[in-house]
């Protein structure tokens, strides 16, 4: 089994966190919140999240990795969907270029926004292939990307302006945990952009905007949720689910 040295070449002088979650869902969801939960056989609770224990885990987003740009919010190819997303990054993120960490980034399709805006990115993601394709759409950028779990990044002391992540909150067995735990991660004045859902309609899963808020409240002093469900340009079509975006100033 290779080593995560060899797994992130350039980058032994940090090491994994110890109390990785590797066992539960984690970041194995990389920006996938969307995508058959149902199919996948995943339920939710009374107040719209997720059961991590219903197995969305079994998902091989190493399988996955190479048709995971197909999905038009996912691989930004269509110009306008990326212009969408480009536009709603640039309100989220700062103005001057700072330091971001994407977390569940996939193959990187959002960190290649922030980067090509003068930010700083540091990707982390499980799926060793989502890893590779992200480093690859991203040669020559500021950029590097780990093999690591979001619940717990492998990043060692190291502090960002902005914690980026999208559609991997909602499947986390202890979204409350894991929420002081990426607010530790920042600097003083820095944010959290979280963009979550609920998805489906007779078995819908994911994590409301209020409870999100609530889970947030806490923790910031600044706190806005930005709702994504009228923008069609997002997703490459209409949608009735509830989608939305959270920027947390700390």
Request: proline fraction near 6%.
């Amino acid at each position: 089994m290779a080593s995560y040295s060899d797994m992130n070449p350039g980058q032994s002088g940090v090491e994994p966190c110890q109390d990785e979650v590797r066992s539960g869902p984690g970041d194995a969801i990389t920006e996938r919140g969307d995508v058959n939960a149902e199919r996948d056989g995943v339920r939710s609770g009374a107040d719209g999240s997720v059961d991590p224990a219903d197995g969305v885990d079994r998902v091989d987003w190493d399988a996955e990795a190479d048709t995971f740009d197909d999905e038009p919010d996912h691989g930004l190819r269509d110009a306008a969907v990326r212009e969408a997303w480009a536009e709603r990054l640039s309100a989220w993120l700062p103005e001057t270029p700072s330091d971001v960490l994407d977390l569940g980034c996939g193959t990187g399709s959002l960190s290649l926004l922030a980067a090509e805006r003068g930010h700083h990115v540091t990707g982390i993601d499980r799926a060793p292939r989502m890893v590779d394709l992200a480093r690859a759409k991203l040669a020559g950028r500021d950029a590097v990307f780990l093999l690591g779990d979001a619940t717990a990044p492998p990043v060692g002391e190291q502090r960002f302006d902005v914690v980026l992540v999208r559609h991997v909150l909602w499947a986390l067995p202890d979204p409350e945990r894991v929420l002081r735990h990426w607010h530790g991660l920042l600097r003083p004045g820095g944010r959290l952009v979280l963009v979550e859902g609920v998805w489906g309609t007779l078995s819908p899963v994911g994590i409301p905007a209020d409870r999100l808020a609530a889970l947030l409240e806490p923790l910031t002093s600044d706190l806005r949720v930005e709702r994504l469900s009228d923008d069609a340009r997002l997703w490459g079509r209409e949608v009735a689910d509830e989608r939305y975006a959270v920027v947390a100033h700390i």
